[in-house]
């Protein structure tokens, strides 16, 4: 099985982000946060500050909306070239009609959920997404503790995946370190979101390895 680490770039320096993104080209995928201060307690990037990372990151986006409205808005993420959109189910009314708009257009359609909502409402859902997120911290800030209650989800979902016969990509996002990230991974993960731990390393390279290595042992080992 592979393994997807995606350092966030909430955790590099905002002057610097084409040097930041230029850091991480060994990962898969940089992740980007877009905040509206609305769904969450915080405001980071908007379209035309993606539009520009699109233009310079050495490596594809993917991009997390903690956003409200994002009928309104996960379309235009995708029209701008990045890989993948994610949106969250609290703020979407239709997650299904959404995520088949996102992938027409041509990007693949994530669907978010924060630690205290109910995974159950989706899982039936599973075909019409590309990527499951299930956070592992409150969403709107960087450096928090992971939250290892909701493992349960991704214990669901990896059944899930099994019993429809998907390949949903799992994706955790929040306080992912070499000790958490075996965790996620031994609950079915296997797409990762990595802000501090990489983004703090002296080498930046070397620490996405070692996660990539970390989670890639315990995967192994869950089948």
């Known amino acids: 099985m592979s393994v997807r680490i995606n350092p966030s770039i909430l955790s590099a320096d905002f002057v610097n982000l084409e040097r930041d993104l230029g850091v991480i080209s060994s990962a898969d995928f940089a992740h980007i946060d877009v905040m509206d201060n609305h769904f969450v307690p915080n405001l980071t990037f908007g379209p035309q500050m993606v539009g520009r990372l699109q233009d310079v990151s050495p490596i594809p986006l993917d991009v997390h909306l903690m956003i409200e409205n994002p009928e309104r808005w996960a379309p235009t993420y995708a029209e701008l070239g990045a890989f993948s959109v ?29 630690p205290g909502t109910d995974i159950e409402p989706y ?101």
Do not use: C
């Not at 189910?89 to 708009?101: G, H, K, Y």
């Not at 969403?139 to 429809?164: C, E, H, W, Y």
């Not at 070397?206 to 996660?211: D, F, H, M, V």
């Open 86 to 114: 994610t949106f969250h189910a609290e703020s979407t009314t239709d997650p299904v009609a959404l995520a088949r708009r996102l992938r027409a257009i041509g990007a693949r359609a994530g669907l978010a959920i924060k």
């Open 123 to 223: 899982l039936d859902l599973l075909p019409e997404f590309d990527q499951i997120l299930v956070m592992t911290v409150e969403p709107g800030f960087g450096g928090q503790s992971f939250i290892a209650d909701v493992m349960p989800k991704l214990d669901a979902l990896a059944a899930a995946n099994t019993r429809l016969g998907l390949d949903v990509w799992l994706q955790v996002d929040g306080g992912i370190t070499l000790d958490t990230i075996v965790i996620a991974a031994e609950h079915g993960a296997n797409t990762f979101v990595a802000g501090s731990s990489v983004y703090n390393a002296p080498d930046r390279d070397q620490a996405i390895l070692e996660l990539r290595h970390a989670a890639t042992s315990a995967s192994v080992h869950r089948h």
